[in-house]
């Protein structure tokens, strides 16, 4: 394959990840302004917002007062209006973003526990009959990329931070194929984060037929 021919192809998948992330943000500031978050019915939801909320609100309030301002002391029209369009267009994208985190929670479903990060589909869908444990532990990740592989050599480890913090993990008896970066993986443990993260390992231990942790342990 030639280099133009390459580049061409990079750039339409390019292309195409910034529309679908366009379209990811306005359904996430729809769905945030309706108050319609996407949970299937008979499945409960188990939110994660609450380490970036304050941070997005505010980052989304700074945009609306920038927009308004830039409104009132810009004197050309033309370049008002351009200022006026783009500023839109950046309170949408961080409304969006913020709601996205709210409209997208977690589930606990039949079918297991499903892992996700401000986005519809799933990072994991956890089979119940694959957990063999579950800890509470909060860790902090250098990295800020939504789904990323952990770098412990002695365990394959999915990891789905929120704001660079996971708060909770769940082993598994054998390797969970999951797809990061393109290429698919096996991983014997999920970690992801969680408000409330002793409530949904209280769930994710009933719905595995997990016993309790002994009063005073750790779980």
Same mark, same amino acid.
């Given at each position: 394959?030639?280099?133009?021919?390459?580049?061409?192809?990079?750039?339409?998948?390019?292309?195409?990840?910034?529309?679908?992330?366009?379209?990811?943000?306005?359904?996430?500031?729809?769905?945030?302004?309706?108050?319609?978050?996407?949970?299937?019915?008979?499945?409960?939801?188990?939110?994660?917002?609450?380490?970036?909320?304050?941070?997005?609100?505010?980052?989304?309030?700074?945009?609306?007062?920038?927009?308004?301002?830039?409104?009132?002391?810009?004197?050309?029209?033309?370049?008002?209006?351009?200022?006026?369009?783009?500023?839109?267009?950046?309170?949408?994208?961080?409304?969006?973003?913020?709601?996205?985190?709210?409209?997208?929670?977690?589930?606990?479903?039949?079918?297991?526990?499903?892992?996700?990060?401000?986005?519809?589909?799933?990072?994991?869908?956890?089979?119940?009959?694959? +957990?063999?444990?579950?800890? /509470? !532990? *909060? &860790?902090?990740?250098? #990295?800020?990329? $939504?789904?990323?592989?952990?770098?412990?050599?002695?365990?394959?480890?999915?990891?789905?931070?929120?704001?660079?913090?996971?708060?909770?993990?769940?082993?598994?008896?054998?390797?969970?194929?999951?797809?990061?970066?393109?290429?698919?993986?096996?991983?014997?443990?999920?970690?992801?984060?969680?408000?409330?993260?002793? +409530?949904?390992?209280?769930? /994710? !231990? *009933? &719905?595995?037929?997990? #016993?309790?942790? $002994?009063?005073?342990?750790?779980?």
């Amino acid at each position: 394959m030639s280099g133009a021919r390459r580049l061409l192809l990079r750039a339409r998948t390019l292309a195409r990840l910034a529309l679908v992330t366009e379209w990811r943000m306005y359904c996430g500031a729809v769905r945030l302004l309706t108050r319609r978050a996407q949970v299937p019915d008979g499945a409960g939801s188990v939110a994660y917002s609450g380490t970036v909320a304050l941070a997005m609100w505010a980052f989304t309030a700074v945009s609306a007062v920038e927009l308004v301002a830039l409104h009132l002391i810009i004197p050309w029209e033309g370049v008002r209006l351009a200022a006026d369009a783009l500023g839109i267009w950046g309170v949408l994208w961080c409304l969006g973003m913020t709601g996205c985190h709210y409209v997208y929670p977690h589930l606990v479903t039949d079918a297991g526990l499903v892992v996700r990060n401000a986005e519809r589909s799933a990072a994991a869908v956890v089979p119940w009959d694959l +957990v063999v444990g579950v800890g /509470v !532990r *909060e &860790r902090s990740h250098e #990295s800020g990329r $939504r789904v990323q592989l952990g770098d412990d050599p002695a365990r394959a480890e999915l990891i789905v931070p929120v704001g660079k913090v996971t708060t909770l993990h769940v082993d598994l008896r054998t390797p969970l194929d999951v797809v990061v970066g393109g290429a698919r993986q096996g991983v014997t443990r999920v970690v992801l984060a969680a408000d409330e993260p002793r +409530v949904l390992a209280a769930l /994710v !231990r *009933e &719905r595995a037929g997990l #016993s309790s942790p $002994r009063p005073g342990r750790r779980p």
